[in-house]
Every structure is written in structure tokens, then in C-alpha cells.
């Protein structure tokens, strides 16, 4: 049986028992906190032990790291195998993997040897969210934050969600928020084409550059997909919500709501400085029978990035739409708290400034560098950057090398592979000697902390979406 059948084949009312293999990843992690909270086991492996492992630990789940054991004499000894074990043996048990685990895997292998029902995480949402009216925020930029700034305001304005989310949200301490109503807010992932095992009520589309080339060797592909993953949400899609200037060319699409920071659109936010050292927001609507904009409330926000208030703006756009009011959305906006590593600041003063970032696309990088030159254009800019995958450094080796070179200071760490494996003949000098500035270095994880200790810069960014996060207290000791 394949592995679509068998996820069309699951009872979720049934379900005795998950075993999540990459449990410690972000999507993954965030179905096992669900199984959690409907009282299913969860069990899981991954590579090393991370904040969110020990959340599922402490939540009741059981997770393992080591595979080892599956070739060992002593194996029936073992906790860890015993759980496999059982997993054989259970007919009402499944195991979701990651898109990043492998066929070759052994733990994938010991499961599909012993013929134990296996599903992709991407199948599993897609059963979860069924039964819910499913709003999906998609896109190659801005996703995560969009999702956690919408769940943030239908829980506070008391309309209520569960959500699914890509980041850590610092309002919730968490990448999972369970609800008691039916809907439901999910990060519409495009790599591997997960998206397309949803079919959605709403749909965002933040932005459409080009990325994972291992799922899409053409910005075609890429561009297909996204047109297949709406048109799959047909003839339950109510709103289909885009960025100005994204074009859908598909027929039978719902009327289309467009968004805009800098051109007019169905929907606009102006923003300007504040005497408070903020900003003062106005969000403004349009008429479309008239094409005159209507001004739905002006309020008062701290300093942020511009590409935040785009985000403010998207999330606000459906919340408007499932019913929330403008006052709630102004209040849910400014008690929202952020997501981690995403422009999540450690150190915040006059003196002194730190923040981590996400970015991994050069596309990123570029809008994140022009807010920091808007936001504080007298200060330089020391940045410290971690390339995620062999393949999208290789394919955006160029773009990399321009956007990097508009720091005043960088330093470059090594690729971090994640589910890759090394190219050959490619390498980080192959970026490192592409960026045209002076004050650049390339270092070792190990000599990371010292050369920052010795350089204390005035404004400090950690940029990856690798495990560059982990050296993030480390780095605010030194600079404090």
C-alpha cells in the first residue's frame, strides 16, 4: 500500500499511537503536540535534543536519539526499540515523517520493513485539518509571521483558532495553539509541494520567488504549484487574499483581495513615525464601487521593520474577513510579542543592539538589511550569516553574494546541510570570494564568540535557519 492510501485510509478517532520521526522539526513538532492534546501517545527520534524535544518530554511524549540500536545485540533491551517494536505489532499506531527524512533512513526503513502504516507530515495536517474551516497562509516569505500574528488576534479578540505555525510564538511559548472553535490557521508549506494536501476557506499569498529547487527545478514549477494549490481548494475557497502584483492566471478563481505597503490596493496601511519613538498606523480600505479609501483606524505601534507592518497588514485583511472587529485587531496587534528568530530582538538599548533573524533567502536578506538602514541608518551593520542547504547557496550564489555585500561588516559561517549532502566542488569560499566588501571574514563555529567578544559591534544580526540560534545566548553574554 502507498503511502497515499494509507493516510486516506486513517481513522483519527482511532488512533492509538504516533511515532514522528524528525519530531524535533518545527511542522512536525507541532502535530505531536496535537496528538498530545487528544490524549494520543506520541513517541519520536531525532538527531539531537532542542527546546521543543524537551517540551514534548515534558508534555508526556517519549523522544529518542539514538538509531543505533536497531543493529545492536542488546536491542531487545532497549526502551527505544521496544517502542519500535510496538509499533509492528499495533494496528491503531502510525508513524509521520518529515519531507526531510529520507526512504534509506533506518528507522523509516525498520517501519517500512515490518510493513507499519507511514504517512508524510503533509498527509497528517491534511487529515487534521478536514473537519475545519482552514485558513492557509502561503508563501516563499512572511508566512510564519503572518499565521502567528493572525492566531494572535482571533484568540484575543475572542473568535478563537487553533494553528499550526512555522516559528515559535512568543505570545504563546509555543508552535502549536489549540482552540475550541472550527478554525483553524496553517502555514501552507510549499516545499515538496506539502500545500497542495490542503484544501483551504481562505488563502494568503504573501510573495512567489523562486526556492527549493529539489521540489522545483524552474520558477514555473513553482509557480504551477501555487496556482494547483489554490484551484485544489475549489469550490470551498471564499477569499483568495495576495500581495499586489502577484499574478494568478487560472479560471474560475474567487475575486481576488489585494494588499500593499507602497502601491494602492484593496487594502493599504500607512505608517509614519510617532512622538512616542513608534509609529502611527492607518489602515485604509477601498471602496470598490467607488475606488475612494475609507479610513478604518489610526493607532499607535513601536518601532518596527517594514516588512512587519506588511505582515500586520496581511493577517488584518483576514481577520477583517472572518469577522473581527477593528478595534480588537488594533489592540491584538499591539500586545503581539513576536516570533522567535524572526527580527527577534535579545538586546534592545541606545548603546546596544541584537537581533535574530530567519532569513536564508537572498531575497530576505535584502528587505531585512533595507528596514535596518531605514530604522537605524546611522549605525553599522555587523552581520553574522549561517547559508541553509548546499543547494540554495549553489543556486543563488550570485544573488547571496550581492545582498550580503550591503552589510557594513560580515561574517560568514559555514553551510549548514541540513537534510543535504555536500555538492562537490562547491563550497562556502565559492560565496565568500563572490562578496564584494572589505570588512568580511570567514569563521569557524569555534572562533565565533571570541571574534565577536573582540569586535562588540553596536548592531549585531544572527541570520540563518540553521543552528546558528544556538549560539544566540551566548552571543548577548558577550555583548552585555
Not at 483558532?161 to 495553539?177: D, P
Not at 544556538?470 to 555583548?479: C, G, M, P, Q
Amino acid at each position: 500500500m502507498n503511502i497515499k492510501n494509507q493516510a486516506e485510509n486513517l481513522d483519527l478517532n482511532n488512533l492509538d499511537a504516533v511515532y514522528f520521526i524528525g519530531i524535533g522539526g518545527i511542522g512536525v513538532s507541532a502535530l505531536a503536540f496535537w496528538c498530545i492534546e487528544r490524549n494520543i501517545k506520541v513517541f519520536g527520534y531525532d538527531r539531537e535534543k532542542n527546546n521543543i524535544t524537551n517540551k514534548i518530554q515534558l508534555q508526556g511524549g517519549e523522544v529518542f536519539y539514538d538509531y543505533n540500536i536497531l543493529s545492536g545485540e542488546h536491542k531487545s533491551k532497549s526502551r527505544h526499540f521496544v517502542v519500535l517494536n510496538s509499533f509492528v505489532k499495533n494496528s491503531n499506531s502510525i508513524v509521520v515523517f518529515s519531507a526531510a527524512i529520507k526512504i534509506n533512513h533506518p528507522i523509516r526503513s525498520f517501519f517500512d520493513f515490518n510493513k507499519v502504516k507511514s504517512i508524510k507530515r503533509a498527509d497528517f495536517l491534511g487529515l487534521i485539518s478536514a473537519n475545519y474551516k482552514v485558513v492557509a497562509i502561503a508563501g516563499t516569505h512572511g508566512k510564519t509571521t503572518i499565521s502567528t500574528i493572525l492566531t494572535h488576534l482571533l484568540k484575543t479578540s475572542g473568535n478563537d483558532c487553533t494553528a499550526f505555525l512555522g516559528g515559535v510564538s512568543k505570545n504563546y511559548e509555543s508552535n502549536f495553539v489549540l482552540g475550541s472553535n472550527n478554525i483553524m490557521v496553517i502555514e501552507a508549506d510549499e516545499y515538496d509541494k506539502s500545500f497542495l494536501h490542503l484544501k483551504a476557506n481562505i488563502i494568503l499569498i504573501s510573495s512567489i520567488d523562486k526556492d527549493h529547487s529539489d521540489t522545483y527545478p524552474t520558477y514555473l514549477d513553482m509557480y504551477n504549484s501555487y496556482i494547483k494549490f489554490v484551484v485544489n481548494s475549489l469550490p470551498n475557497l471564499s477569499n483568495l487574499i495576495i500581495k499586489k502584483n502577484i499574478i494568478l492566471q487560472s479560471e474560475d478563481l474567487p475575486e481576488i483581495t489585494e494588499y500593499s505597503l507602497s502601491e494602492t490596493a484593496d487594502y493599504n496601511l500607512n505608517f509614519r513615525d510617532n512622538k512616542l519613538g513608534g509609529l502611527e498606523l492607518t489602515f485604509l480600505e477601498k471602496n470598490k464601487k467607488t475606488n475612494n479609501f475609507q479610513k478604518l483606524k489610526t493607532f499607535n505601534v513601536s518601532k518596527q521593520p517594514e516588512h512587519n507592518l506588511e505582515n500586520f497588514l496581511a493577517a488584518s485583511i483576514i481577520a477583517l474577513k472572518l469577522g473581527v472587529n477593528i478595534n480588537d485587531i488594533a489592540k491584538g496587534i499591539t500586545s503581539f510579542l513576536g516570533v522567535k528568530r524572526r527580527f527577534e530582538y535579545h538586546i534592545n538599548t541606545k548603546k546596544q543592539i541584537f537581533i535574530e533573524d530567519y532569513a536564508h533567502h537572498p531575497e530576505e536578506i535584502n528587505v531585512l538589511i533595507g528596514s535596518l538602514r531605514k530604522m537605524y541608518e546611522f549605525k553599522k551593520i555587523t552581520m553574522i550569516f549561517q547559508p541553509h542547504l548546499f543547494s540554495r547557496t549553489k543556486d543563488f550564489l550570485n544573488e547571496f553574494a550581492v545582498s550580503l555585500s550591503k552589510v557594513d561588516t560580515l561574517v560568514l559561517l559555514d553551510i549548514y546541510p541540513a537534510r543535504e549532502l555536500p555538492i562537490k566542488g562547491f563550497s562556502i569560499n565559492k560565496l565568500f570570494g563572490l562578496i564584494k566588501l572589505e570588512d568580511k571574514v570567514l569563521v569557524s563555529k569555534e572562533k565565533l564568540i571570541p571574534l565577536i567578544s573582540k569586535l562588540k559591534p553596536e548592531l549585531l544580526l544572527s541570520v540563518g535557519a540553521g543552528d546558528i540560534t544556538i549560539y544566540s545566548e551566548e552571543l548577548k553574554r558577550v555583548l552585555l
